[in-house]
């Protein structure tokens, strides 16, 4: 029974080419029942060829994307499953658009037409693979379809590895046992063991002997071996793996924003900031105007804050206090009653007003509309060593709202507890930033991040 089912194995580089040929007979006939729909019959119409061109374009663009949705996504839920088919079809309608404008042929082509096509390819595609999610899964349900685990060592990592096999059923990954390396060989070695398809190694990061011995025991396997990092054991940012120079190092700290996480948080800043400045603008003009009224001196307050990567950046604020200057250069947070405070300030900043300038600190680059709050630099140089992980911070752009605002941490941190939990959620930010993490933040702020007992 257990040969008849391990026969079952979908992760052969066959089943990459038949999904991308899959992929392609869903581009082309939903091009052609749209222009069906709308344009009339396609054998008599002479503008087939022309749109056979865009057709013939983007099958050859998403072949060329293929590597980033065509694998074996065993593991991965059908959100990890889905995310880089979309992407990468939307990659490809963006740079045919681009050269549509380019090239001065749009308008040879149906807005209507293309939207459908473009409409009906991703619904298709997407229904695919949720028929094919759900047919692994029920395969999987049945005992076909799996991978046995062997699990070699047992501390924290070989807990959240076997934790973590345990929640997801639907992987159709089974823990076949879980060994130290002296008990290896014994297993491997034991007469009718079946081998296991394989095998990840929990063991420290400076446990040289543990997996030295190891692979040498599997030395004759032809299970896939894997090494699952003790992260546990060290606070990290963003871990991983990178290639340089044709090395493969262990990435311990690093920028989330890269690649296309960097070109859609842009497009998201600009596009929402532009917006949002072109709404508020007549606020702004009347908070100008009441600070004038009300208070001599400038403005806008402008103080000197790390932004990305520590570099240095002036950040732009409606003026709420009084001009002062404090004595040696220090720099003392606002407190509840602070005398500094003039009585419309008060108001900006228990509403959040005094932040409005900081979209044309979005607008410029300097800041993001959604990230770690950025804090005066003498209060850096004071909590980076009290605080692990502090600076990490900096690893983005400093945001208007944050994660940590948006859940009550703002405000005054006036205890080293509220300046660590506005830290811990700032690096949950970081370690998760999305664009649907950054538009639930940008919701959540609009209904609650505004007004809040410690702002003042």
């Known amino acids: 029974m257990i040969d008849r089912r391990r026969r079952i194995r979908l992760s052969s580089p066959m089943w990459s080419h038949v999904a991308i040929g899959l992929d392609a007979v869903l581009i082309a006939v939903c091009a052609l029942a749209t222009f069906k729909w709308y344009l009339g019959q396609p054998n008599l119409s002479p503008a087939l060829a ?20 065509n694998r074996s996504w065993r593991g991965s839920s059908l959100v990890d499953m889905l995310k880089p088919v979309v992407l990468s079809w939307f990659y490809t309608l963006a740079i045919i658009t681009g050269w549509l404008f380019v090239s001065k042929s749009s308008s040879d082509v149906s807005r209507v037409w293309f939207g459908s096509w473009a409409l009906s390819t991703l619904f298709a595609m997407s229904l695919v693979r949720l028929v094919i999610h759900s047919g692994l ?16 060592g047992t501390g924290p990592s070989s ?16 823990i076949q046992a879980v060994l130290a390396p002296p008990d290896l060989a014994r297993f491997i070695n034991t007469p009718g063991q079946r081998q296991p398809d394989e ?21 004759h396997s032809t299970a896939n071996i894997r090494m699952v990092p003790d992260w546990f054991s060290l606070k990290l940012m963003n871990h991983g793996v990178s290639e340089v120079v044709g090395l493969q190092m262990l990435d311990l700290s690093m920028s989330p924003i890269t690649g296309a996480t960097r070109i859609v948080k ?30 001599p001196g ?26 002062h200057q404090e004595r040696d250069f220090k720099v003392t947070q606002a407190c509840r009653n602070d005398a500094r405070i003039t009585p419309l ?8 007003l005094d932040e409005l300038p900081q979209f044309f600190n979005v607008l410029s680059g300097s800041m993001s509309i959604v990230g770690p709050r950025p804090h005066a630099v003498q209060h850096n140089e004071h909590y980076k060593e009290l605080v692990p992980g502090y600076m990490w911070r900096h690893k983005v752009k400093p945001g208007i709202t944050g994660w940590a605002q948006v859940n ?7 205890t080293l507890r509220k300046m660590e939990q506005r830290v811990t959620h700032d690096l949950f930010y970081i370690e998760n930033i999305s664009l649907w993490f950054d538009l639930k933040i940008i919701f959540l702020t609009v209904f609650k991040g505004f007004t809040h007992p410690n702002a003042h």
């Open 159 to 174: 807990e959240f590895a076997q934790k973590s096999i345990q929640i997801a059923p639907w992987s159709g990954l089974q």
């Open 298 to 323: 400038p403005v806008l307050f402008k103080q000197t804050r790390h932004g990305w990567n520590g570099e240095m950046i002036s950040v732009y604020k409606f003026r709420s206090m009084v001009v």
């Open 345 to 352: 300030g008060a108001f900006l900043r228990r509403t959040s």
């Open 50 to 69: 022309h749109y056979s061109v865009l057709v013939l374009a983007a099958l050859v663009l998403m072949f060329a994307f293929s590597n980033n949705f």
């Open 199 to 219: 095998v990840w190694l929990c063991l420290q990061l400076g446990d040289r002997a543990g997996i030295e011995s190891t692979l040498a025991v599997l030395r």
């Open 137 to 152: 899964r029920w395969l999987r349900s049945k005992g076909y379809n799996f991978k046995m685990v062997l699990i070699v």
């Open 408 to 414: 009550g941490f703002r405000g005054e941190t006036d």
């Open 266 to 295: 842009q497009i998201e800043d600009v596009v929402l900031a532009a917006l949002i400045l072109l709404l508020i603008s007549p606020l702004m003009v009347l908070i100008a105007l009441a600070i004038k009224l009300t208070s």
